[in-house]
């Protein structure tokens, strides 16, 4: 049963920081690329960064220079380091695990962990 359980989200002041955490079982981590979305009340749900299988990462323009995505493939983790918090980035957070093999997408999500950015 793969499962992906995101933790380290809560309620921070305008220009706090976070880490957030997201820990994975049941597939191959280490060939899996990594993702972190979010989703804002009444918006769509949209990519905030990646980190591929080999380490590379991208990240969204709005979080750029403020985020960091990491993952740990002895662990089965990845993270997203959010720095320079502004309430804009107020959403749950979604890990998501994904492989393209051949004709097939593999894909996989966590259950979410609320952000909010409020004084």
């Known amino acids: 049963q793969v499962q992906l359980v995101e933790s380290g989200g809560g309620l921070v002041q305008p220009g706090g920081s976070l880490r957030l955490s997201c820990a994975v079982s049941g597939i191959t981590f280490s060939i899996y690329d990594m993702a972190w979305y979010r989703q804002a009340p009444g918006k769509e749900r949209e990519l905030v960064a990646t980190v591929a299988t080999g380490g590379g990462t991208n990240y969204a323009d709005s979080v750029k220079g403020r985020f960091t995505i990491s993952r740990d493939n002895f662990k089965n983790m990845v993270y997203l380091q959010m720095d320079s918090l502004k309430p804009e980035d107020t959403a749950v957070y979604y890990c998501?695990?994904?492989?393209?093999?051949?004709?097939?997408?593999?894909?996989?999500w966590g259950q979410g962990t609320q952000v909010t950015v409020s004084s």
């Open positions: 998501n695990a994904e492989r393209k093999f051949i004709a097939r997408v593999y894909t996989y």
